[in-house]
């Protein structure tokens, strides 16, 4: 059974989130972000939170557990070492994306060079406390806007630049980051916090930015739903990726969590072709979450530092499956 201090730290998370969600209704999202990065001790707290139910629950549950390999640390890492390690698997999407781009040109002719890569380069986006920094291959840059620890940066991802070099204003700020440069972009539980799907969209388009063609950008998002019920949510966040410039070559839903992994195309006509023959009369350019459509009342900020209310729960298994068992296949290559 879930502590009190579990159910205190989860119904935390979960506030912040929906204030900002509810705020943004009555103004707008840019100015309330601004605002929230102005409060110190809420991000403060909200960095500790965050901090303390990954390496006092979730991950030092994984540790002990038969489920170790299948945490969300772990299936990042594994995603990313099958996709570029794994030469054949790259090569798959290579040859798919040929295929393509013969049937839109017949005198298509395109010589791929080696993808050359000894360590991945990550962009860990909300790291809070840099968990991958433990893996040797991975050549990671952590940044949050409330970092809970030393080696991650601070750097407001919706705000910061990108030019030609990784800047940092001093040891522990990051003001702008290099264009076409990482191979892997992490957004886990990020999306969420963001209150508007403006705002969510030019996260993405960002991480478009910084990756190298052929990059790919792992989502993973809160979804306690049944399977299927936000198929047509997640068939217009794919719609949406596209004419972006990302191919998603995976959707994996589990209790409580959509993850999702995409690929920056070679060639932009690949993932626009895709949404000219998909495009249905309800899809829109929009990154909605099922978060969006929810009214309930939370407790306020003072409340989440007292006894916790039964309704937290449902924040406690959100974050938790954050967290959680997370398997990884790519079977989207057909």
């Known amino acids: 059974m879930a502590?009190?201090?579990?159910?205190a730290l989860s119904g935390l998370i979960k506030s912040?989130?929906?204030?900002?969600?509810?705020?943004?209704?009555?103004?707008?999202?840019?100015?309330?972000?601004?605002?929230h990065l102005q409060n110190g001790d809420l991000l403060k707290r909200y960095a500790e939170a965050m901090h303390k139910l990954a390496t006092c629950y979730w991950d030092k549950t994984m540790q002990v557990s038969c489920k170790k390999d299948n945490s969300r640390i772990e299936w990042v890492v594994k995603s990313c070492r099958d996709y570029f390690f794994r030469?054949?698997?790259?090569n798959l999407f290579r040859e798919k994306d040929d295929k393509v781009m013969k049937i839109l040109n017949e005198n298509y002719n395109y010589s791929h060079e080696p993808y050359e890569i000894s360590r991945i380069r990550l962009l860990d986006v909300g790291s809070c406390y840099n968990p991958f920094s433990a893996f040797s291959d991975f050549d990671v840059t952590a940044i949050d806007i409330a970092p809970a620890q030393e080696s991650v940066k601070y750097c407001d991802f919706l705000e910061v630049s990108v030019g030609q070099n990784l800047t940092q204003d001093s040891a522990s700020l990051i003001s702008s980051l290099p264009q076409s440069y990482f191979d892997a972009v992490v957004f886990s539980l990020l999306l969420e916090y963001m209150p508007s799907s403006h705002q969510r969209i030019l996260c993405c388009r960002k991480a478009y930015d910084v990756l190298k063609p052929e990059g790919i950008l792992l989502v993973i998002t809160p979804d306690s739903r049944h399977q299927g019920a936000n198929a047509r949510l997640m068939k217009n966040w794919r719609f949406t990726f596209g004419l972006m410039g990302f191919t998603?070559?995976?959707i994996e839903k589990l209790e409580h969590v959509t993850c999702m992994?995409?690929?920056k195309s070679l060639f932009k006509e690949i993932s626009e072709r895709w949404c000219r023959i998909h495009k249905e009369d309800y899809m829109e350019p929009l990154l909605n979450i099922p978060q969006d459509f929810k009214t309930d009342p939370l407790p306020n900020d003072d409340e989440c530092q007292s006894k916790p209310v039964e309704r937290t729960v449902d924040a406690l298994v959100e974050i938790k499956e954050m967290f959680g068992g997370l398997p990884f296949e790519y079977n989207e290559i057909d």
């Open 87 to 90: 030469e054949c698997l790259l």
């Open 3 to 7: 502590s009190e201090e579990q159910l």
């Open 261 to 263: 992994v995409f690929r």
């Open 16 to 35: 912040v989130h929906q204030q900002l969600r509810d705020s943004s209704k009555d103004a707008s999202p840019d100015e309330i972000w601004r605002e």
């Open 248 to 250: 998603r070559i995976k």
